[in-house]
Each structure stands twice: as structure tokens, then as C-alpha cells.
């Protein structure tokens, strides 16, 4: 197979016998993407963390410092601490393997990994929704439902490195401020205009990532105080609303072919 070299703005990227790769740059719905699965993360992250006895779902960073402080200071770690980064890697590379053998039958990856992503936040609600606001969060129904929520937030990782040419992170924040405030920097000092132009580039993907996941944080932290875990009702929203956004994408005329420089 033989395709030439495109840049992340370009219209879309070829991967397996020509099946067509989207990028954020596309259309108005592939932009918002990014933003509105930011929402989803930020939300279910805090949900996460307030409900389920400081879990991230989407940090997994976090659950790696509060798992080495709770070794530390001699104390039990509960088991979806353990579990959810081993969790996390197992999601990621069965992400990678159902998008290959999308790609193989020459379907783009895109839309069916967000369903997959929305499926698994309903199921994390279901559960939550099933078992009512008094179950310990210890208890075997709370661990499944919190590992659900693990591998929707593995499958969002990894969609947007594997299924969206040009996609910032949408689930780690750290990430995302570093490069915001780096390219900002770059744009106010910088003297070649290339790296100025690739920075703002860059901003403008950016910047809407950190701005959804903060939101998220915000909204999901304001419900789940009011409403407990029902609150995940939100990230479910969100991510229907990006898989809508996906599905409004004609990713095969126009939004998802492959353009000519």
C-alpha cells in the first residue's frame, strides 16, 4: 500500500487498504469533538473520584499516587485501585485490536469505538441506576460498574490517538495545559514563523480540550453532590452527543476522504 504524507490538518490519513481516517479539522462536528468528549471525562473523572471512594476513571495517574499512598502510609487499598490500571492497558490494547480489524474490513474506526465508549458509560450508570445511592462502593456490583467506567475512559484514550487524525487528549489535562502554555508562549516570543504557525495550530485544538474537561469537572462535581452517582446521566450525555456528532459526519464523502494537497 503506498500513500503520501499528511499532515494533521489535511483532510483525512489512509490506513489499511484505503480506509479513510477523519480529521479534526474536517467539519464543525469533527472540531467539536474533542470539546464535547472533554465534558464526558471531566465529568465522570470527579463522579468517579466523589462516588466510588476517590476512583478515577479517567486520571489514571491519580489512582497510581493514591494507590502508593495508601501503600505508603500502611493502609488497605481497595481493589479497583489495583485494578484499574492493569484495567486501563488491557482497554487500550483491545481498543487497538477491534480498530485494526475494523480497519481490515474497511470500516472507519471512528464512530463504532464511540458507540463502544458510550455503551460501556451506560452500563457504569445501569449498574449505579440498579443498585441504588446506599451500595458501598466496595461491594462486587460497585467494583464492575467502576471498571466500566475505567474502560470507557480507555477507549476515549485511545480513539482520539487512533481514530481522529489531529485530536488533542481529551482525558489528561496535565498534557494538554503543558502544550496550551507552551504554544501560547511560543506565539508571544517565538521568532520562525513556522513554529508560530504550527503553534497556533495547535492552540486552536487545545485550548477547547482544556476548557470541556475543566466544565466537565465543574458540572459532574455540582450533580454528583446533589444527585450522587445518578450524576453520571451526564458523561452518558456527552458521549451520545459525540457520537451523534460523529454520526452527522458523511466520514465517507468529504468529511473522511482522502484530499489532494
Known sequence: MSSSA????SVGTLRHDSV???SVDQSLPLRLLPFVLSLAAGSVDVIGFLGLDELFTAHITGNLVVLAAHLVAD???SLALVMSVPLFIVMLVVTRLFATALERYRITPLRPLLFLQFALLCGFLGICLAVG??????APTMLAAGMLGVSAMAVQNALVRIALVGAPSTAVLTTDITLLTTDIGEIMLGREADRIANARRR?????PAVLGF??????GALFEARIGLRALVLPVGFAFVALALAMSCKLHNGCGSTAEK
Open 6 to 9: 499528511q499532515t494533521p490538518s
Open 20 to 22: 479513510p481516517i477523519p
Open 75 to 77: 493502609k488497605n487499598a
Open 133 to 138: 445511592p446506599d451500595a458501598s462502593a466496595e
Open 203 to 207: 492552540v486552536k485544538h487545545t485550548w
Open 214 to 219: 475543566l466544565l466537565g469537572c465543574a458540572l
